[in-house]
């Protein structure tokens, strides 16, 4: 059974940072794309960041890029969103995804969702 299990939310203060996890099974993270996606209140879920399945080749969102790194590790097929300069409006749930190419693409189209884990930047 294929499964996404995120974790490593929570409360920060701005500037601060967190990492996310992104546990996967019944399946290998390199053969699948993996993407985090984000949703806040009253907002449509969009894409932050993803990695391709075939060369890990990463790509990043604008508002992500320079503050968010995402990685992937393999032997505990897991992917990772690790998240710095964090700012108010960064708070959102954040999902995991894991998509049927090779290419990652940074739209809510997916087989497989995580739960979501809440982020909130508040002082």
């Known amino acids: 059974q294929v499964q996404l299990v995120e974790s490593g939310g929570g409360l920060v203060q701005p500037g601060g940072s967190l990492r996310l996890s992104c546990a996967a099974s019944?399946?290998?993270?390199?053969?699948?794309?993996i993407a985090w996606f984000r949703q806040a209140p009253g907002k449509e879920r969009e894409g932050v960041s993803c990695i391709s399945s075939s060369d890990g080749s990463t790509f990043y969102a604008d508002s992500a890029k320079g503050r968010f790194t995402i990685s992937r590790d393999m032997a505990k097929n897991t992917v990772y969103l690790q998240m710095s300069s964090l700012q108010p409006e960064d708070t959102a749930i954040y999902y995991c995804a894991a998509q049927a190419r090779e290419l990652c693409v940074l739209v809510p189209l997916a087989e497989h969702w995580g739960q979501g884990t809440q982020v909130t930047v508040s002082s």
């Open positions: 019944g399946f290998s993270v390199d053969h699948y794309a």
